[in-house]
């Protein structure tokens, strides 16, 4: 992944979330408002629930293509849980909301 990639990818899409994995490169991008809704539609419905976090990383995937991606997840089938929740950290800015009292 060569720096003048990366830079097109965060100018498109904003955030990237970047990991290595077995020096495999893996993007995400920020998730889309509708991503999010598909994402609470699924955590909400218990025969997909389970898919949920599986299925927002492989919304917000950038690069490897989807094949490298899925091969990558038979060896660690974990890695969209880290990436839901840092995509999820991301659009509640969870550092951000504070709740008022009053």
Not at 18 to 39: E, N, P, S, V
Not at 47 to 53: E, F, N, V
């Amino acid at each position: 992944m060569d720096d003048a990639t990366l830079a097109t990818l965060k100018n498109q899409h904003g955030m990237v979330f970047r990991y290595t994995i077995d020096g495999q490169t893996l993007l995400f991008r920020r998730a889309k408002r509708a991503d999010y809704r598909r994402f609470k539609t699924e955590a909400m419905d218990d025969k997909r629930r389970a898919l949920a976090t599986e299925n927002l990383a492989a919304a917000c995937l950038l690069q490897p293509d989807a094949d490298t991606y899925e091969a990558l997840l038979e060896r660690y089938p974990a890695v969209p849980e880290r990436v839901a929740s840092d995509i999820l950290d991301d659009i509640m800015q969870v550092e951000a909301v504070q709740k008022k009292i009053s």
